[in-house]
């Protein structure tokens, strides 16, 4: 069994990492809603729609907070809208399909 690949689901833990990920960055989580999981054989996938609020760097660092995760992270369906400037800082709104995975059945 691969750590990058665990058994449980732990929604509550990958809310917790990408929530201190996107604060570190200066980011707001604006969506985080889990989708209806998908079984693969041996594993499942679990898609989560979340929607960002920061500057394109903000985000960028957020991508590569999510990569250096212990864990397999897909993320896809990347759609940036804005730029508004506020308060002087060009902010985007970013919507990601993002997806965890975990092994099925007993060890």
Do not use: W
């Amino acid at each position: 069994e691969s750590s990058s690949f665990p058994r449980q689901l732990g929604m509550s833990s990958l809310l917790r990492n990408l929530s201190v990920i996107g604060e570190a960055c200066g980011l707001q989580i604006l969506l985080f809603e889990p989708q209806d999981a998908i079984s693969e054989g041996a594993y499942e996938e679990i898609p989560v729609k979340l929607k960002l609020r920061g500057s394109f760097r903000q985000v960028a660092s957020f991508f590569h907070g999510v990569s250096n995760l212990d864990r397999v992270i897909r993320i896809q369906n990347l759609k940036i809208t804005g730029p508004v400037n506020s308060s002087g800082v060009i902010m985007t709104e970013t919507d990601i399909l993002l997806t965890a995975y975990r092994i099925l059945g007993g060890a």
